[in-house]
Every structure is written in C-alpha cells, then in structure tokens.
C-alpha cells in the first residue's frame, strides 16, 4: 500500500470471497473504475500538461490477464459495472479484448456485469462495432465545448469533427444511455452549456455537467474559475423548465427533467454537493493501485501480488485470488467518509486525472 506503510496489506475483516465488499461506514461497493493506461491523445487543461508529462512505465501497466484476473475476483465480491478509463482507454491496443473478456464475467447470481466506457471518442468510428460485439454496454463522451477555437485552446488539438464524428457514431449506434460530458469552466465554457444540452439532445444523449475538481497534473486548480451546481442550474432554468429526478442512489450525477421529460440533464457536483454519504465505486488505476476515492492519497498496490514480487515461485492460485480479495477488503475498510476538499487540511493526490483513471 502507497504511503501507508505494510498495514494495507493486513485483513481489516474475517471475510471471504463472495462476501460484498461493505466499509465501515455501512456503503456496499457496486463499481469499479478499471484505468487501462495514462495516455491520451489530448491534452486537457484542467487534466494534464501539454507536455513534460512523465508516463507510466510500459511494464508496470496492468496486462490483460490481470485485468481479468480482478475483475473476476472484485464481480464475485458484489461488483456489477466495470467503467473503463484513462487516459483515453481507446488507445490500448487490446481494448476490444479487455471488453470481451470482462463482459463474460458473472456475479454470484449469474448475473452478467455491464461494462462501460468513458472516452474522448476519437476512435470510436473505427472501434465501435467491434467494442459493442464484445459486449460494450453504455458510452460516456466527453466534450466541453461546440467551438473549434476554444476546442483546439483547451485540448490544445484540433480535433473537435473527431470527437463528433465519434459522438453520431455512438448516436447511431444505439447504446443506451448515451451520456455527453462537459466539466464547467468560468469564462471559458460557461456560455454554452444551453447548447451543449441541445446538441445532447439532438443525439438522443444526456448531457451531464461537472464542477472542475482539484485534479489536474499541474495542481493549478483554482476554486473561483469553477461554475457552480446553481450557477448551472440556473443558466438551463432561463430556457427550460427543470423538476429533479428522485432515486439516485449511488450514481455520481443529480438529474433534472427538462420541459417534462424525456430529456434530462445531469450534475455532478462533487465540490459543492458532495454525494461521498452514497459512493459505491473503487478505481483500480492502470498500474495496478486500488484507490477508493478519486481524492485518496493512499493507494493499495495490487501488482506485487498479480506478479508474486520477491518470491521463487508464483503462488497458487488460490492463494493469489484470496491476497486479490484481501487487498480489495482493505482498501474498502480504508474508505473515509468523504473527500474533504471543503476543508482547509484538503491535500491534492499527487497524480493527475489521466494517471488515476475518471
């Protein structure tokens, strides 16, 4: 375990595989955000740096048996969605495969687990069929702007018809849910989030809006340059009529109606509305740290385990999918209650966005 000495390592419970993965604080855990690498093809402001990044070294990333091997023994424990990240996870090479091989994962019921992505949608023209045949569930697409000129200022590419060429691709496609991402920015995207809501809707999609968070690789993060939940809300409420949705469980984004349904639109508002009481995800980053908050700044290193570091032989299996299964429980018994970014002792995680996984 990063920065937390042995102790992440020792059994918090007397549990076994198959017992649901449940923290002290009473949250039953449901989802695991899978990171399949660092790399993107852009370079986000608020993400990471146009250049100088320093990435993650080729043979720490996680293989796709590894991958498997996790999922498999995190979707006994209770996990039902496996959310695929980065980075851009459409640049692993193998992603086709990671989709097939983890949608063929059962919870004890028998129950399949979905698999979800969250992309740029670059790729998605060429990959999209292929990644539904291998039993790809539902789509996130991030786009923060309609304009070229503040597309190419904020990714520092040129590449918006790509994004939208990958967005009609999964319009037509017909995936289900179908979600657009933008994260707010102050004086930068602030006056088209009206016309972000209409293009999602023109695309059958449901556009969900995000307080920037203090992730970014440059720690640059400035709390005035956020745009608010009610400063969101507010702006949508001057063209449609909104009525908040009930029963929203876990899931990270508030939804409001729009005009009666049944078009809707999402916040998440981790900063000014924190929803940390109902959180049911972990995150498993591409070089194999557990992490069980996007703001944690202790990780639970599973790649001495999958790789049976500093032993003459490989263990059993047995053995590894038990030491896999504890090292899931003590990440969740690590669980605090919430990410305290409201409090002044609020410390930023050290890696970026792109090296957690969203």
Same mark, same amino acid.
């Given at each position: 375990? #990063? ?31 899978? #990171? ?19 990435? !993650?070294?080729?043979?720490? =990333?996680?293989?796709?048996?590894? +991958? ?26 193998? =992603? ?44 996130? +697409? ?10 190419? &200022? ?5 590449? !918006? ?11 037509? #496609? ?68 909104? &009525? ?13 109606? =729009? ?8 916040? +998440? ?53 038990? #030491? ?35």
């Amino acid at each position: 375990m #990063s920065g937390a000495g042995s102790a992440g390592r020792t059994h918090p419970a007397p549990a076994t595989i198959g017992d649901p993965l449940i923290d002290t604080h009473g949250r039953v855990h449901r989802d695991l955000r899978i #990171s399949l690498t660092d790399r993107c093809s852009l370079r986000c402001t608020y993400c990471m740096p146009e250049q100088g990044n320093e990435w !993650l070294a080729k043979t720490s =990333i996680l293989t796709l048996d590894e +991958i498997e091997r996790v999922a498999r023994i995190a979707a006994a424990d209770g996990i039902t969605t496996f959310r695929l990240t980065g980075g851009e996870p459409l640049l692993r090479t193998d =992603i086709v495969e990671v989709v097939r091989r983890l949608a063929r994962i059962s919870g004890p019921d028998g129950t399949p687990v979905e698999v979800a992505m969250t992309t740029n949608g670059i790729r998605l023209p060429e990959l999209l069929p292929a990644l539904i045949d291998a039993g790809l569930h539902r789509l996130n +697409i991030s786009l923060d702007t309609l304009r070229r000129d503040r597309f190419h &200022a904020l990714t520092r590419r040129d590449r !918006l018809d790509d994004v939208l060429a990958g967005i009609t691709a999964a319009a037509e #496609s017909g995936l289900r849910p179908l979600k657009l991402n933008a994260v707010a920015m102050r004086d930068v995207n602030d006056d088209e989030l009206v016309d972000l809501v209409a293009f999602a809707i023109d695309h059958g999609a449901q556009m969900r809006f995000i307080e920037q968070m203090p992730l970014d690789a440059g720690h640059t993060w400035d709390r005035s340059r956020m745009v608010t939940q009610d400063e969101i809300l507010a702006a949508l409420s001057a063209r449609w009529d909104l &009525a908040p949705l009930p029963g929203r469980g876990g899931a990270p984004a508030a939804r409001w109606t =729009i005009d009666g349904g049944p078009d809707t639109v999402g916040v +998440i508002a981790s900063v000014t509305a924190p929803f940390c009481g109902d959180c049911d995800r972990l995150r498993l980053t591409a070089d194999g740290q557990l992490r069980n908050c996007l703001f944690s700044t202790t990780e639970y290193d599973l790649l001495p385990i999958l790789r049976g570091a500093g032993q003459p032989h490989s263990p059993g299996a047995e053995v590894l999918d038990a #030491s896999i299964d504890g090292m899931l429980r003590s990440c969740v018994h690590g669980k605090l209650p919430g990410h305290a970014i409201n409090d002044p002792s609020f410390l930023q995680p050290a890696r970026g966005m792109n090296a957690i996984g969203g």
